[in-house]
C-alpha cells in the first residue's frame, strides 16, 4: 500500500510562485496515475491536476490551467505540482492522491479515482 506525505506549504502573494511535492513509499509513483486535489473549508474537495499512469497524458482543470505544471520524477519517486501565477482564491489545502487505474482517462478528473491520498498541505496566498 503506497503513502503519500505532501511538502512544500506555505504563504505566498499574489503572483507569486510555489511547488508543491508528494513522495511516495511503499510503492513506486511510474505504477500509479497521480493526482493533486484541493479543498478549502465547507466546500468539496476539488480536481486540480493529473498525470497517467504512463506518464504521456496530463489533465488539468480549467481554472488553473497555464498556471500549474504536474510532473513525476520516478528516479525520486516524487510528483510534483508547480504553481505560477498564484491567486488569493487558490488558496487551500492540497492534496496529493495516488490510483491503481492504469489508463489515461478523464476518470483521472474524478476524486473516488482514488485509493490513495497524502494528509495535505497548506497553500495561501494572500492579495
Known amino acids: 500500500q503506497v503513502q503519500l506525505v505532501e511538502s512544500g506549504r506555505g504563504l505566498v502573494q499574489a503572483g507569486g510562485s510555489l511547488t508543491l511535492s508528494c513522495a511516495a513509499s511503499g510503492g513506486t509513483v511510474s505504477n500509479y496515475g497521480m493526482g493533486w486535489f484541493r479543498q478549502v473549508p465547507g466546500r468539496e474537495r476539488e480536481f486540480v491536476a493529473a498525470v497517467s499512469w504512463s506518464g504521456g497524458t496530463t489533465y488539468y482543470v480549467d481554472f488553473v490551467k497555464g498556471r500549474f505544471t504536474i510532473s513525476r520524477d520516478n528516479a525520486k519517486n516524487t510528483v510534483a505540482l508547480q504553481m505560477n501565477s498564484l491567486k488569493p482564491e487558490d488558496t487551500a489545502v492540497y492534496y496529493c492522491?495516488?490510483?491503481?487505474?492504469?489508463?489515461?482517462?478523464?476518470?483521472?478528473?474524478?476524486?473516488?479515482?482514488?485509493?490513495?491520498w497524502g494528509q495535505g498541505t497548506q497553500v495561501t496566498v494572500s492579495s
Open positions: 492522491a495516488a490510483t491503481s487505474f492504469m489508463y489515461a482517462s478523464d476518470r483521472l478528473m474524478r476524486k473516488d479515482a482514488y485509493e490513495y
